[in-house]
């Protein structure tokens, strides 16, 4: 099979490009990044180099494949992030649709049930419904779960101040997934079959707060490492002091305020998959560790 990815070699498209060429198929990687041209062609696979803005381009990349795997790239410096995630999906469905691809795979994530409340969450919502209304196109929405590598932003933080934490308390539930099980259950799709639009829960592991600290403070030798339930407004404040933009750090609060009433997790709760993920939390957590302990 011909199949384009998204993503360039990030912590998905890397490890899913290499499992489809495994399998023999003939893989073209698209990156925004000329200098990426010469990792991506060692790989085994072909580049595309151009941006997701680019519709023109974007079709050009699709045309010919027998299946794409889809995913709306982070950009902070967008003044409106919600806004950049809705063209990116408007750009993605223009693409698709003149190229002619009729199998598409394509990431989302846990909580795009809800329209709103959820920050950047929301935007994924617009591209579902975005892309649910190309006619004759098969569609996959992989909802993934909480990233476990999200956790690493946190070793600044247990340097400088001894603590993990975020505007939701340590009983709050996070419903977990590593990179490359999401990978994995993108390979199985674009390899398999499916028809008309739906979605697929792609998660790891499910734990509290509470477990997940103790887990990973056990990992770095910091088996009491505490957990602060910090106030909206300094969780704000801490991102704009790490450099991030205001727009940006404001929908990252609002999904923690989704995070911290349950919300994001409802639909997940009615649909859990049959099949989770293999990489676990004591898994994640010796990759967490080596990360800490190479900054020492």
Same mark, same amino acid.
């Given at each position: ?51 997701? /803005?680019?519709?023109?381009? &974007?079709?050009? %990349? =699709?045309? $010919?494949?027998?299946?794409? #795997? ?114 994995? /259950?993108?390979?199985?799709? &674009?390899?398999? %079959? =499916?028809? $008309?639009?739906?979605?697929? #829960? ?95």
């Amino acid at each position: 099979m011909k199949i384009t990815i998204t993503g360039s070699l990030g912590n998905i498209s890397k490890p899913l490009a290499e499992l489809l060429i495994k399998a023999g198929h003939e893989v073209t990687i698209i990156s925004s990044d000329p200098k990426k041209i010469n990792n991506i062609e060692k790989s085994g696979a072909k580049a595309a180099i151009g941006s997701v /803005a680019d519709v023109a381009f &974007l079709t050009t %990349a =699709f045309t $010919g494949a027998d299946a794409i #795997y889809t995913m709306v790239p982070p950009n902070f410096g967008a003044s409106n992030y919600r806004q950049y995630i809705r063209d990116t999906g408007n750009n993605l469905k223009e693409a698709i649709k003149a190229s002619g691809v009729k199998r598409v795979v394509n990431l989302s994530s846990i909580g795009v049930h809800l329209s709103e409340g959820t920050g950047p969450i929301a935007g994924m919502h617009d591209v579902e419904e975005t892309l649910n209304t190309l006619e004759g196109v098969a569609i996959k929405h992989l909802r993934a779960g909480f990233f476990y590598i999200n956790f690493l932003f946190d070793i600044g933080t247990i340097r400088q101040m001894g603590v993990m934490g975020n505007n939701y308390g340590s009983n709050a539930k996070l419903v977990l997934v590593h990179p490359k099980d999401i990978a994995a /259950a993108a390979a199985q799709e &674009l390899q398999g %079959a =499916f028809e $008309g639009k739906s979605f697929r #829960y792609v998660v790891s592991e499910e734990r509290s707060i509470a477990e997940i600290v103790k887990v990973l403070g056990t990992a770095i030798n910091k088996p009491d490492l505490p957990w602060v339930q910090f106030s909206d407004e300094e969780v704000f404040a801490g991102m704009k002091a790490a450099g991030m933009p205001a727009a940006i750090a404001s929908t990252y609060v609002e999904m923690g305020t989704a995070i911290r009433s349950g919300i994001l997790f409802e639909d997940f709760e009615v649909n859990k998959p049959a099949v989770w993920g293999s990489i676990k939390l004591a898994d994640f957590a010796k990759e967490f560790a080596a990360v800490y302990n190479a900054q020492n």
